[in-house]
């Protein structure tokens, strides 16, 4: 048998492109055919334990699905497995897998031989089933083409992407996101000249490459597009707007490389994305530089995560009551420092916390400083507020509740005067998620304020449909008070609809004597700005407290 299998295991791997492997149940030494061993980073063609091996080569997406149905076989719930999953190739470039095997008994029933073949779906699918576009194998098989071809002077590598693709999906369905995305690669489809092919590439972006054109054809193209999804129907019956950005490099000015062209184009959206949305941009080396200034930032801040959180610390701004101007609260804001002393603001590196999954540390690290310091506050003022900004991603997880009260015992500090600020936009996302999490929060005696107010969708919804005990606006409204009657309004509306629905409100950004005095019959609960005091040190809230209290007394 053993002698059988080798010599017809020798015939195959001569006679087929697709990769084979061959497992010993009794050893559980596997043997993989030397074109899957040169494809992968695979130590050699015979292996024991590969597992840890795949789990670097299977795409972390795909992980879960590629490794329970490999143990249904070594636990012997099957006698056959076939699962597709992406794996990394040696090049670095994933590529769409369906590996088919079974199990082989021996007289005793015993698993005697573990066998199949992987097959490489990129040879045979090229088409993405839900946009009929050419998928990302062919667009990278177009652009080495390309690339190669002497005819070709100039080639455009562009990447499109759906802003806020999530949201659609989110606040509506699935459905309709998958509806959204044939339609829109439909009509650019209907849109493109000659010289161009249209892709659909991973997650939700689309690729384009267009021969031989100009940056200001690209340009313009790319506005035809623009306006032509301004004007449809369809999606102004469901009143939604739906924009693109993209990102674009050339064939050779940016460069001579398909992963590096494609590479930049995915740098130029990102970069579209982050400088607000609804553009193309053309790569430039300052894009690059930014991006790599951007790993620079990543690089420090995973080191002071991993070093006792050195260079983080925290500033309190005071929050005032609207009337009076008397503190009654901070605002905990996170603060960075690296180790050459130079300032990273929050809004930028809390967004990189978040995207590099640092968040989950630093969340929790920032409540228990923050509570440590607010001890002696409370222990002043009985119903000093300390309020505390959650990222959405902190709260969606599932250790989020357990280790907020964990923290809070430990440090033995009172839920009434903890206050969770989360930003609307996030909540909009996904309502339901985050409803029960603010229920649970406020059955914990926590109070739950909704940030940033005004600036998402939908903000009524918010109002009428979750569970939330502050509202605080966001400081936009403020800029224009004294001369925008819009936004006085706003505020004043707000007020009277959320008093009426037992929702206190707090206003951020109040600069100026002038603004206070504008808004101080307006009956806000609670102001927040620059006028009443920046972030500061601890210490500086406790005398600032000192004061307030020994105020009170003489009073
Ligand atoms: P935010 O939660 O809306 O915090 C208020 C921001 O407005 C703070 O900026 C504050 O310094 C600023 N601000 C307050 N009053 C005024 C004013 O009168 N005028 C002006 N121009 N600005 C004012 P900061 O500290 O730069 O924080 C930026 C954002 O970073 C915060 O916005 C929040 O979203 C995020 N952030 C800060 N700390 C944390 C944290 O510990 N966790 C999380 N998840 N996010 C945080
Ligand atoms: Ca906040
Ligand atoms: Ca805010």
């Avoid at 149905?69 to 794996?87: C, L």
């Avoid at 090049?91 to 007289?107: A, F, V």
């Avoid at 100009?214 to 623009?226: A, D, H, N, P, V």
């Avoid at 009657?485 to 004043?492: C, G, L, N, Q, V």
């Amino acid at each position: 048998m053993e002698y059988a299998s080798q010599v017809l295991y020798d015939a195959l791997i001569q006679s087929t492109d697709d990769y084979l492997y061959l497992c010993n149940m009794k050893t559980g030494v596997f043997r993989y055919s030397p074109a899957l061993v040169a494809a992968f980073e695979l130590p050699g063609e015979v292996v024991k334990s590969p597992l840890i091996y795949w789990r670097q080569i299977v795409h972390p997406d795909d992980w879960e699905r590629f490794y329970k149905s490999n143990m249904e076989i070594g636990e012997n719930k099957r006698d056959s497995h076939n699962v597709e999953f992406r794996a990394r190739l040696r090049s670095g470039e994933y590529i769409w897998l369906r590996c088919r095997g079974h199990l082989m008994r021996d007289e005793y029933g015993e698993p005697l031989l573990f066998a199949g073949i992987m097959q490489h779906l990129g040879r045979q699918n090229k088409i993405d089933p839900l946009t009929q576009l050419f998928n990302q194998h062919v667009f990278i098989e177009r652009l080495q083409e390309g690339i190669a071809d002497e005819g070709l002077e100039r080639l455009a590598v562009m990447v499109l992407d759906v802003d806020d693709f999530r949201q659609y999906n989110a606040l509506y369905s699935r459905e309709f996101g998958d509806e959204l995305l044939r339609t829109l690669a439909r009509t650019i489809q209907a849109l493109l000249p000659e010289n161009s092919d249209l892709f659909r590439l991973e997650g939700n972006h689309m690729g384009l490459l267009v021969s031989n054109s100009s940056e200001q054809e690209i340009l313009s193209l790319f506005q035809t597009f623009q306006k032509r999804l301004q004007h449809m129907k369809r999606w102004q019956a469901e009143k939604i707007n739906v924009q693109l950005s993209a990102g674009c490099a050339f064939f050779p000015k940016d460069g001579t490389l398909s992963g590096e062209l494609y590479q930049y184009a995915e740098y130029a959206l990102q970069y579209a994305k982050q400088h607000g949305k609804n553009q193309l941009v053309l790569f430039t080396e300052e894009i690059l530089k930014e991006k790599n200034t951007r790993l620079e930032l990543v690089r420090k801040l995973r080191y002071a995560v991993a070093h006792d959180y050195q260079g983080f610390y925290l500033h309190y701004q005071p929050q005032v009551n609207g009337s009076t101007g008397k503190i009654t609260g901070v605002e905990a804001l996170m603060r960075f420092q690296d180790q050459e002393g130079r300032r990273i603001s929050p809004i930028e590196f809390i967004p990189i916390l978040e995207a590099e999954g640092m968040i989950s540390s630093t969340g929790p690290w920032v409540l228990r400083q923050a509570v440590r310091q607010a001890r002696d506050w409370v222990k002043k003022m009985p119903d000093f507020a300390l309020s505390i900004n959650a990222s959405a991603m902190q709260v969606n997880a599932p250790e989020f509740l357990p280790l907020l009260r964990q923290i809070l015992e430990e440090e033995k500090f009172p839920r009434e005067n903890l206050i969770i600020e989360l930003t609307e936009s996030c909540a909009v996302q996904n309502l339901n998620v985050f409803r029960d999490k603010f229920e649970q929060l406020q059955s914990m005696g926590i109070r739950v304020a909704m940030d940033d107010f005004g600036t998402g969708y939908s903000s009524l919804e918010i109002l009428k449909n979750a569970p939330i005990d502050i509202v605080k606006i966001d400081r936009s409204f403020v800029k224009d008070i004294l001369h925008s009657r819009f936004d006085a309004t706003f505020i004043s509306f707000i007020v009277s609809i959320c008093h009426i629905v037992n929702i206190q409100v707090c206003l951020e950004g109040v600069e100026t004597e002038e603004e206070f005095a504008f808004l101080k019959n307006m009956h806000l609960d609670c102001i927040q700005g620059y006028y009443f005091g920046r972030p500061m040190e601890g210490a500086a809230i406790t005398g600032l407290l000192e004061l307030s209290v020994s105020d009170k007394q003489t009073n």
